[in-house]
């Protein structure tokens, strides 16, 4: 029953979802096990206490155990003695009470007179000081609902109230099944042209999150034969089957074929975007997801499709943390699909601000980066930048209160930065951290603007932006600027001019960084065309992605700083130093996130990882410069 590689539909998330759910029943049983195994396994049914806590009467305090109408009377002008055994028993906290005794005293307030009497000078009442039985825990009341996924604090509740023995879902057992000839699981195997299989290590620790039990399966090469015997083995081992890769369109795309031959494809091809290519099929009874390939695919594509359908059968809530954002950048996107886009998250000035990632299917770190997602419904053409929109939440947002945003030109001490205090920061370049800083949407835009006509930077650019005067520059450090080419200088660069060298390929930064700005300033100084260097218009948007632009094949030189040419092992014909600033408002200068900022500026532990990656110097780290009225 083979087919042509198409897709099925092109289906709304919501519908697909619903049709799925719909399709295939639980696989979820129950086991009885003992109450201490069962820490983050989900309950079949409700707990009821077999036993009260406390089971007995007893003391909630040392001291004496008396009859508290007895003590009646008792006062500082008026003490009373009491005598061992007759009127008092001695207790600690957690003994039974003694029988016939109704209250307790506590040690302190009590005046031992010899060894067989004391006195008091205050009245008890009863039940003074005492956990009476049921207190805590009643016999036959219910101490956990059906489908409640057990807490450590759980615990003790189920011991204490005798539940020794309780029943829970078994672990849902779910394989994953890598394909791809590519595909390796060990760095040893990692060979040119072969690909790290991260995504079975990210969807194994989401499982198990999930309360799942996964198994991860050697990868299956693109062959029918070999992948037909693998989904079969993965199907009979599991309760469910996640397949990896080879789930699109391609001439090396099986999966859809083989799920369709040996059971059912519900849906292929999902109106998500990433995530569009998922397979949503069952077999033997048994669900089989097709995630592809690309990292932030396949998390999307488990988020919205897997992670739901695993809820749904363990009766687990699908939880939804979502703030109200101001969108600091405009978003472009297709009708076709619902866009889901990995986004930072900040607060600045009482308002909640959110700022797009990279968009790329296979860019995993904006997933590490992203506290959330914003979704761009189907049908949308995209998001003006100042709307209010709704972010779901991948963190959470006690959290994202404490950081600082920083908005505006790279540098690698950004990084060290956040290594010593909660930071957000977005690579906009010099003249994007000006605008989000006019805007509101930052605490601090780090910059680096050169004067061409006094060769000073950044005052003039800030008394252009803000001329009434209510800015600062908290000073950063000189940093070393130069063009980095390969090792070795195999093309003999060395000054601007060889840009133009027939054969040179350029990488250039965005339009806004000062980075870029610099260059066009030495190139005007030279009386050089751009349109005479080749890749001048590939732009890239941190030193590093130039540095590693410059490392690969297909590209000679970039300009950047020294760091980035150290850190990537590349050589630097040095241009000058140039100052990197740090932009901020008056008015949040006594802040106290601003405060750690500088504080950090100034460390010596800062300026000596500073001098580990070379290339800067940090004289006046840390110092405030006021930028007055333009007019001043």
């Given at each position: 029953?083979?087919?042509?590689?198409?897709?099925?539909?092109?289906?709304?998330?919501?519908?697909?979802?619903?049709?799925?759910?719909?399709?295939?029943?639980?696989?979820?049983?129950?086991?009885?096990?003992?109450?201490?195994?069962?820490?983050?396994?989900?309950?079949?049914?409700?707990?009821?206490?077999?036993?009260?806590?406390?089971?007995?009467?007893?003391?909630?305090?040392?001291?004496?155990?008396?009859?508290?109408?007895?003590?009646?009377?008792?006062?500082?002008?008026?003490?009373?003695?009491?005598?061992?055994?007759?009127?008092?028993?001695?207790?600690?906290?957690?003994?039974?009470?003694?029988?016939?005794?109704?209250?307790?005293?506590?040690?302190?307030?009590?005046?031992?007179?010899?060894?067989?009497?004391?006195?008091?000078?205050?009245?008890?009442?009863?039940?003074?000081?005492?956990?009476?039985?049921?207190?805590?825990?009643?016999?036959?009341?219910?101490?956990?609902?059906?489908?409640?996924?057990?807490?450590?604090?759980?615990?003790?509740?189920?011991?204490?109230?005798?539940?020794?023995?309780?029943?829970?879902?078994?672990?849902?057992?779910?394989?994953?099944?890598?394909?791809?000839?590519?595909?390796?699981?060990?760095?040893?195997?990692?060979?040119?042209?072969?690909?790290?299989?991260?995504?079975?290590?990210?969807?194994?620790?989401?499982?198990?999150?999930?309360?799942?039990?996964?198994?991860?399966?050697?990868?299956?090469?693109?062959?029918?034969?070999?992948?037909?015997?693998?989904?079969?083995?993965?199907?009979?081992?599991?309760?469910?089957?996640?397949?990896?890769?080879?789930?699109?369109?391609?001439?090396?795309?099986?999966?859809?074929?083989?799920?369709?031959?040996?059971?059912?494809?519900?849906?292929?091809?999902?109106?998500?975007?990433?995530?569009?290519?998922?397979?949503?099929?069952?077999?033997?009874?048994?669900?089989?997801?097709?995630?592809?390939?690309?990292?932030?695919?396949?998390?999307?594509?488990?988020?919205?499709?897997?992670?739901?359908?695993?809820?749904?059968?363990?009766?687990?809530?699908?939880?939804?943390?979502?703030?109200?954002?101001?969108?600091?950048?405009?978003?472009?996107?297709?009708?076709?699909?619902?866009?889901?886009?990995?986004?930072?998250?900040?607060?600045?000035?009482?308002?909640?601000?959110?700022?797009?990632?990279?968009?790329?299917?296979?860019?995993?770190?904006?997933?590490?980066?992203?506290?959330?997602?914003?979704?761009?419904?189907?049908?949308?053409?995209?998001?003006?930048?100042?709307?209010?929109?709704?972010?779901?939440?991948?963190?959470?947002?006690?959290?994202?209160?404490?950081?600082?945003?920083?908005?505006?030109?790279?540098?690698?001490?950004?990084?060290?930065?956040?290594?010593?205090?909660?930071?957000?920061?977005?690579?906009?370049?010099?003249?994007?951290?000006?605008?989000?800083?006019?805007?509101?949407?930052?605490?601090?835009?780090?910059?680096?603007?050169?004067?061409?006509?006094?060769?000073?930077?950044?005052?003039?650019?800030?008394?252009?932006?803000?001329?009434?005067?209510?800015?600062?520059?908290?000073?950063?450090?000189?940093?070393?600027?130069g063009l980095m080419v390969k090792k070795g200088n195999p093309k003999g660069i060395k000054k601007f001019e060889d840009l133009t060298t027939e054969g040179v390929v350029f990488v250039n930064r965005q339009r806004g960084a000062g980075t870029r700005q610099l260059l066009d300033f030495e190139l005007k100084k030279r009386d050089i065309d751009p349109e005479n260097i080749e890749g001048y218009h590939r732009e890239l948007t941190t030193h590093m992605a130039v540095a590693v632009a410059v490392l690969s094949e297909g590209t000679d030189v970039g300009l950047g700083i020294y760091a980035a040419a150290e850190t990537m092992g590349l050589d630097f014909i040095p241009i000058g130093y140039e100052t990197y600033d740090f932009l901020v408002s008056n008015k949040v200068l006594e802040e106290p996130r601003?405060?750690?900022?500088?504080?950090?500026?100034?460390?010596?532990?800062?300026?000596?990882?500073?001098?580990?990656?070379?290339?800067?110097?940090?004289?006046?780290?840390?110092?405030?410069?006021?930028?007055?009225?333009?007019?001043?």
């Amino acid at each position: 029953m083979g087919r042509d590689n198409v897709y099925i539909t092109n289906i709304p998330l919501e519908e697909a979802l619903k049709t799925y759910l719909e399709a295939l029943p639980s696989p979820v049983g129950t086991q009885i096990i003992d109450a201490d195994e069962a820490l983050h396994r989900t309950t079949a049914k409700a707990v009821f206490a077999k036993r009260s806590s406390p089971n007995d009467h007893c003391a909630a305090m040392d001291g004496i155990a008396v009859v508290a109408e007895k003590t009646h009377g008792a006062n500082e002008r008026n003490p009373l003695k009491l005598k061992l055994h007759d009127d008092f028993e001695y207790v600690n906290t957690g003994n039974l009470m003694p029988r016939g005794k109704d209250a307790v005293i506590m040690i302190e307030d009590i005046a031992p007179l010899d060894d067989d009497q004391v006195e008091i000078i205050e009245a008890a009442y009863a039940w003074q000081h005492i956990r009476q039985v049921g207190e805590d825990i009643i016999s036959g009341e219910m101490i956990l609902p059906s489908r409640h996924k057990i807490r450590p604090l759980d615990l003790g509740a189920l011991l204490s109230g005798g539940a020794d023995k309780i029943e829970v879902l078994n672990k849902l057992k779910v394989g994953i099944l890598p394909t791809g000839n590519e595909i390796v699981q060990s760095m040893e195997a990692l060979e040119k042209g072969k690909i790290l299989d991260t995504n079975s290590s990210v969807i194994k620790g989401l499982l198990l999150e999930l309360g799942c039990e996964p198994t991860v399966y050697t990868p299956a090469i693109d062959d029918p034969v070999i992948l037909t015997a693998a989904i079969k083995k993965g199907i009979e081992e599991n309760d469910f089957l996640m397949t990896i890769a080879g789930s699109s369109a391609g001439s090396k795309d099986f999966t859809v074929n083989i799920i369709e031959e040996l059971g059912d494809v519900i849906v292929h091809g999902v109106a998500i975007k990433p995530g569009k290519p998922t397979i949503l099929g069952k077999m033997d009874g048994k669900g089989i997801v097709g995630l592809p390939g690309y990292p932030v695919s396949a998390f999307f594509a488990f988020e919205k499709f897997v992670k739901p359908l695993i809820e749904s059968w363990y009766g687990l809530p699908h939880a939804h943390h979502q703030v109200k954002a101001k969108l600091t950048q405009r978003i472009i996107s297709s009708v076709k699909n619902e866009e889901l886009i990995r986004v930072t998250v900040g607060q600045v000035e009482d308002q909640w601000i959110v700022t797009p990632l990279s968009r790329g299917a296979g860019v995993t770190m904006s997933l590490v980066r992203a506290d959330g997602i914003l979704t761009v419904p189907r049908l949308f053409e995209g998001i003006e930048s100042g709307e209010w929109v709704t972010v779901e939440l991948m963190k959470a947002l006690e959290d994202i209160e404490q950081r600082l945003v920083i908005i505006g030109s790279h540098d690698l001490l950004i990084d060290i930065i956040a290594d010593e205090m909660p930071i957000s920061s977005t690579h906009v370049g010099s003249f994007g951290g000006l605008m989000a800083m006019k805007k509101k949407e930052c605490h601090i835009a780090p910059i680096h603007l050169i004067d061409e006509t006094t060769g000073i930077y950044n005052i003039s650019s800030v008394r252009k932006m803000f001329p009434e005067g209510d800015m600062s520059l908290i000073q950063g450090v000189k940093r070393l600027q130069g063009l980095m080419v390969k090792k070795g200088n195999p093309k003999g660069i060395k000054k601007f001019e060889d840009l133009t060298t027939e054969g040179v390929v350029f990488v250039n930064r965005q339009r806004g960084a000062g980075t870029r700005q610099l260059l066009d300033f030495e190139l005007k100084k030279r009386d050089i065309d751009p349109e005479n260097i080749e890749g001048y218009h590939r732009e890239l948007t941190t030193h590093m992605a130039v540095a590693v632009a410059v490392l690969s094949e297909g590209t000679d030189v970039g300009l950047g700083i020294y760091a980035a040419a150290e850190t990537m092992g590349l050589d630097f014909i040095p241009i000058g130093y140039e100052t990197y600033d740090f932009l901020v408002s008056n008015k949040v200068l006594e802040e106290p996130r601003i405060k750690n900022f500088i504080k950090v500026l100034k460390s010596e532990g800062f300026r000596h990882k500073l001098e580990l990656i070379g290339g800067y110097t940090y004289k006046d780290a840390g110092s405030i410069l006021q930028i007055g009225a333009q007019d001043d």
